[in-house]
């Protein structure tokens, strides 16, 4: 170790840092609509198995293979907590992550633990760096986690994996998989256009791309247009292609799904497809439960009635508020970025804030084992006099993404059903620091490009005032809006940073005694996981040090845990 301060400082990284900041290095700077040729870059992820020497264990893996524009994260959580109940040593890998990388992979439900993470990892990465080379660069960071996951389940001897696929299909890292036992195709819709193409028919082309020669698949209820490619993508490959309706909701006894939501029903019953055919298919089963319309295995309910999955129409009360004020800030998060997701999101949000308001709240005791968000909203809802109630929208997107189709669905839906919200909050996205860790930065460090953030309140303070936002330039090209102030209208607020609109929520609740905060966390599912993340930074900050201001050492740090794809 190196004398000085330098050196004191280089003892300071943990081994768990160490592996973040090797992480770190492999997020390339190209944009994701970059027209680089992506095939030979996928096709090089062939000589990383080779390398690696996990051709052959993959093509041992008894592998369920999801794909989807919404609801594949959901799909292969049902999927998985199904056949964990049915007693099967289960490996899932899911993207992106909401705080800790590890949360991608989970072995028997819960995320890899941090000895073993570290372990895979050198494992992996000492190899790549001792055979790649200038013509064989080191993977890119998608590329990375897929194949770590592939150790991770081949080392652990799985008897399932469930993989999720990461970004379209066709071309993505999880798609070296050459023999799965079932394919799954959740809904699909405009996402990632600048990468899958600009049509529903596009699109469905490239998540079709995971079909593999006579492997049975099936999809949800899709639009024409995608349907379409999907039935001749399937045809092409002598792939049975069933279409499988929302699961009938009496067939849980009277109990409801782990995850909340109408549009859960449609993933619980392509979770039920893909087990039920990974059972037969692997010789354990000879009923095909998809036959039987009266009644689900027990394991089957109970696998669907406790999966859980964060950042997704997840209720979390702030548990720093929760001290001084119980119940009084709220977070219901929800990481939607597409139009239809966007919509169900503001639905979902609108009936709980509604069924939260209908009865009163109690001094609840934060515990670390809260159940669902039913059962943590009725353990606030019992006893004391009600509140007032107001609503706060805590939003940002990608800026490949478009406001103009985001927002007015949700001010629209949330409108027709009676909710209105009286301060929208704009924050920066969690990716432009390009890490995979949180690094405390100087204060230079923390000046933010807000060009696009006030692009997004100009378009919601059109919507507001009766436009439709469409003629609102949204362009960051030319701009210079790097702040580090905070820039309010009177129903709208752009903040540099997340820890900062949080701390003004929890000023505003303090100010407001007979008012209770429920806030909307929509836009991209990482900010709901620095939501969380910070409310529990903050709270072990009280309890560790009283005397100090308990947000001053967090809000110098940006928000840089967040998810990658490529």
Known sequence: MADGDDGLLESTVSPYQEVLDA????????????????????????????????????????????????????????????????????????????IDVRERFCLDGVEICEEKFLAYFWWCWDRLKEKTDEDIPMPTFFHFIALLAFKIFAAEQVDVVILEVGLGGRLDATNVVQKPIVCGITSLGYDHMEILGHTLGEIAGEKAGIFKHGVPAFT??????????????????DV?????????????????????????????????????????????????????????????????????????????????????????????????????????CARWFSFAIKEDHQQPTQNYQPQDD???????????????????????????????RDPHLLLPNLMNTCAGLGVHFKQALFVPNISVYNKVGSHALSPTDLQVDLSWQLALQRVWESLLHGGDGKNIDTREEGKDDTEKSV??????????????????????????????????CDGIVTSCGRCVEISEEVRRGMESNSEEDPFSWHAARPATRYGMYS
Not at 220 to 237: D, G, H, R, T
Request: glycine share 6%; net charge neutral; proline share 5%.
């Open 240 to 344: 049975p292609l069933q279409v499988i309706p929302p699961m009938d909701a009496s067939l849980l006894n009277g109990l409801k799904l782990g995850l909340e939501g109408e549009h859960q029903y449609l993933n619980a019953g392509l979770a039920i497809a893909l087990c039920s055919t990974w059972l037969q298919r692997t010789g354990h089963i000879e009923i095909n439960y998809l036959e039987q319309t009266n009644s689900l295995p027990e394991q089957f309910i109970k696998g669907l009635t406790t999966a859980s999955l964060q950042g997704r129409a997840q209720i979390v009360p702030d548990r720093c508020i929760n001290i001084e004020s119980p119940g009084d800030l709220v977070f219901y998060l929800d990481g939607a970025h597409s139009p239809e997701s966007m919509e169900i």
């Open 487 to 520: 820039t309010r209208y009177e129903n709208s607020t752009v903040f540099p940073s997340l820890p900062l609109a949080i701390k003004w929520l929890r000023d505003s609740v303090r100010e407001n005694q007979s008012v209770r905060f429920q806030c909307s």
């Open 23 to 98: 992480l770190s290095s492999l997020i390339t700077k190209r944009s994701r609509g970059d027209k680089s040729n992506k095939s030979v870059i996928f096709d090089v992820l062939f000589e990383y198995l080779k390398m690696l020497e996990l051709d052959e264990p993959i093509s041992k893996m008894k592998i369920i293979h999801v794909a989807g524009t919404k609801g594949k994260g959901s799909t292969c959580t049902f999927t998985e907590s199904i056949l964990r109940n049915c007693g099967f040593r289960t490996g899932l890998f899911t993207s992106p992550h909401l």
């Open 220 to 237: 949800v209820p899709q639009p024409e247009e995608a349907m379409q490619v999907l039935e001749a993508k399937a045809s092409q490959l």
């Open 370 to 400: 809260v159940g669902s968000s039913h059962e943590l909203v009725q353990r606030y809802n019992h006893g004391i006099s009600r509140k007032n109630t107001t609503q706060i929208l805590l939003f940002n997107c990608m800026s490949v």
